[in-house]
């Protein structure tokens, strides 16, 4: 068995049902985010989907999984916090399908995101690079602005590199 040190070799669902590969992401950063609609953390969405809007066009991508393992905070369908999300944060980035991040049953993503250390709570964000490979994990209570100078950095250093192609 192989071990993988990017996401690469992971895929996951959108709430829409649509496969994502994110392979396909190769020379993009991305934000992973596990997400709750019922969450103290929730006004997050706004930040995180400001963050998108000024750098998506840079090669940002975010992708929020929904999480119901924190005291239910996520109680909801996939159609009940996608809409949720939008009517009341205005996200436009994907809201994957609903998962787990902790224990057996966690998604593989989550499995290799969390690398042996359990997420702790909702909103917990993990920075990816141009490469593939998990540059950064930001504890849930780091609001979007506090990942933002770590997040500029990286598009700068890929945006340098495509440059000098």
Not at 32 to 44: D, E, H, M, Y
Not at 52 to 64: P, R, S, T, V
């Amino acid at each position: 068995m192989s071990v993988t040190n990017t996401i690469y070799d992971f895929t996951a669902t959108t709430a829409q049902g649509k496969t994502i590969q994110f392979s396909d992401l190769k020379g993009s950063v991305v934000i992973f985010v596990n997400v709750a609609s019922k969450c103290g953390l929730t006004p997050q969405y706004a930040g995180l989907e400001e963050l998108y809007q000024k750098h998506k066009g840079e090669g940002l991508q975010i992708f929020g999984f929904p999480c119901n393992q924190f005291k239910d905070q996520e109680p909801g369908s996939e159609e009940e916090i996608q809409s949720f999300c939008s009517l009341n944060y205005g996200v436009t980035f994907p809201i994957m399908k609903k998962i787990n991040v902790n224990g057996d049953e966690a998604h593989p993503l989550y499995k290799f995101l969390r690398a042996g250390k359990d997420i702790r709570w909702n909103f917990e964000k993990f920075i990816i690079d141009k490469d593939g490979k998990v540059v950064a994990r930001f504890d849930p209570k780091v609001k979007p602005e506090g990942i933002k100078s770590t997040v500029e950095f990286l598009l700068a250093e890929a945006g340098a590199q495509k440059a000098k192609l």
